[in-house]
């Protein structure tokens, strides 16, 4: 099934059918109001349904004005740090300009996985990603309307904003209270009813609101997230990954994506374990291997052929252009077994042996020209390693993407095995809280769908990796549906970070330029006095601030382009 194919014909169908309704006026008949994100129609559906509900959540008015009021400092934090951010983004892409080392254009960078939206962003899994989207929106923008009812701001209308599927809620308060130009100050006598136009807290406490309310729920999911991380544990780190036709484990019924435990009940606690045993095998010999196959323990007789040669090594999955690895002649496919006079036999000696490395070191590499059987021995003399572009760590870099899922071939058994470090995996990951401490920590939070181990991100328990684990104690009963909560969870939680943290950023039209607005103005009438030149003065700052931040974004984006000339 070409599931882009049907994506496209989708986006065709929707597309024209909000083009036919819109001319027709039938959506405006019933107060949709069509918003257009570069080409993608967005449909505002509106209604006034729900204001009793909204008037009973914000009954607690001083539960809700702590609330928001709690959110101003943590809100000003953010607005710092991502401004922060973004400077120290712009330095170091002039001064790569100066230095002749602008990054590649590369997915890290490319302007679709700048953007957090599922189906588009490469990183965001699209069915977690929608599910995350839509709580984030709705939590944002409900906050906004209860705050909204609290300070007696009207609550026009809310509604569904829908891109074909859902994609999130919003709340539409009165623009003419909330954000407008003239304060009108009540006295004893003066009812909430009759105020035309929020005051200065009374504003800042609504728009902080959205970004609290995406702060805590991250919070709260991340909790529970790391927390059930302790309900699962590894099956194993060996995979198969694949059995050649007619061979012994073909013929056992082995299949790829079995986690290898034990063979003749010696257990495997990786690659190289099982290649070495694979090795001492005579051909007729009876063998028993202990496999997981979806989470079902098995036992499988196989007898082994002759030829039972075993191939170890790291197979090369992708080579970087401009890289060393590519400057050399080395092509994907090819089996990394040996550098200098170290032997690769698995993930680990590779890992190891280019941690022990410095840009500049001139190396020998050695590699198969596949995994097959005739394979033949290649040598690269004297590649120069360079330092690591993305870590800017000080230790080789040679260029490749590997694949540890590919760590040697047993003929006599006539399958391929792997090894993807699962333990470490999740020791790591649940190591996060612990080290939000530094700032390393939260670089790691922030970027684990990104990179964790080799620039590899981690989208959750989803696929493959879901092979290397299992549900113990109380969350055996909940098999598979386990991993379905844990991702959840885990995108509830990043999203809702994220989307924080965006909206912290001091330009208008988001929270935080708003915000920011309001806080300048507030301390320049504290030195200027109250008037229209403060109001001026304020907007103009938040204007050039906006202007600036989006300049920066443009310039961070398209920069790799421009010095690669487009």
């Not at 098999?479 to 809702?496: H, Q």
């Amino acid at each position: 099934m070409n599931y882009l194919v049907i994506g496209l014909f989708l986006y065709l169908l929707w597309l024209l059918l909000v083009i036919f309704f819109d001319k027709r006026g039938t959506l405006s008949k019933h107060n949709i109001t069509v918003v257009w994100i570069l080409i993608m129609p967005i449909l505002m559906i509106r209604t006034t349904k729900g204001q009793i509900f909204l008037d009973r959540l914000s009954v607690h008015k001083k539960f809700w004005r702590v609330f928001a009021s709690i959110g101003l400092p943590a809100m000003l934090a953010g607005m710092l740090a991502m401004f922060i951010l973004i400077l120290l983004l712009d330095y170091f892409m002039i001064m790569s300009f100066q230095t002749n080392t602008v990054p590649p254009v590369s997915k890290f960078n490319e302007p679709r996985n700048i953007f957090l939206i599922p189906g588009i962003n490469e990183y965001i899994p699209l069915w977690y990603g929608i599910i995350a989207l839509i709580i984030t929106l709705i939590v944002h923008e409900f906050s906004h309307a209860i705050l909204c009812k609290v300070e007696s701001i009207k609550v026009k209308s809310m509604g569904v904003l829908l891109a074909i599927v859902p994609i999130g809620g919003f709340a539409e308060p009165d623009e003419e209270q909330l954000l407008g130009k003239t304060e009108e100050i009540k006295d004893a006598e003066t009812t909430a009813e009759s105020k035309k136009f929020a005051t200065r807290s009374e504003r800042v406490r609504v728009l902080t609101a959205g970004v609290m309310a995406n702060f805590v729920t991250a919070l709260i999911a991340f909790i529970l997230f790391f927390s059930l991380l302790g309900s699962i544990s590894p099956v194993g780190d060996v995979m198969v990954t694949k059995v050649i036709p007619g061979y012994p484990a073909d013929l056992a019924g082995v299949k790829p994506n079995m986690i290898l435990t034990g063979i003749d009940d010696v257990q495997i606690t990786g690659a190289h374990d099982f290649l070495s045993y694979a090795n001492t095998l005579k051909p007729g010999e009876i063998v028993t291997l202990n496999l997981v196959d979806n989470g079902v323990r098995k036992k499988m007789d196989l007898v082994a052929v002759a030829g039972n040669q075993t191939q170890a090594g790291v197979k090369i999955s992708n080579v970087i252009e401009g890289s060393p690895a590519e400057a050399a002649g080395i092509r994907s496919d090819m089996v990394l077994v040996k550098i200098g006079s170290t032997e690769i036999k698995d993930l680990n000696d590779f890992v190891s042996f280019m941690n022990s490395t410095s840009p500049g070191q001139n190396v020998d590499i050695y590699l198969m020209s596949n995994d097959s059987v005739n394979a033949s021995l290649l040598t690269f003399s004297n590649v120069e390693l360079i330092e690591r572009p993305e870590e800017n760590l000080k230790m080789g870099y040679l260029g490749v993407h590997y694949t540890s899922l590919d760590s040697g071939t047993i003929f006599s058994l006539g399958i391929t095995i792997g090894q993807f470090p699962a333990r470490n995996y999740l020791t790591f990951i649940t190591s996060i809280p612990s080290s939000l401490t530094s700032l390393n920590g939260w670089i790691q939070l922030l970027g684990l769908p990104f990179f964790m181990f080799e620039l590899v991100g981690f989208p959750g328990f989803s696929g493959v990796i879901t092979s290397f684990y299992e549900p113990t104690g109380w969350a055996v009963a909940l098999g598979s549906g386990m991993f379905v909560i844990l991702n959840i969870l885990l995108w509830i939680g990043w999203m809702n970070f994220y989307v924080g943290l965006f909206n912290c950023l001091p330009a208008v039209p988001l929270d935080g330029g708003h915000v920011f607005r309001d806080v300048m103005a507030s301390t320049l009438s504290r030195i200027m006095g109250n008037g229209e030149k403060v109001e001026r003065l304020s907007n103009a700052v938040a204007f050039m601030f906006a202007v600036l931040i989006l300049m920066s974004f443009v310039f961070v984006i398209f920069a790799p382009y421009a010095a690669q000339g487009f």
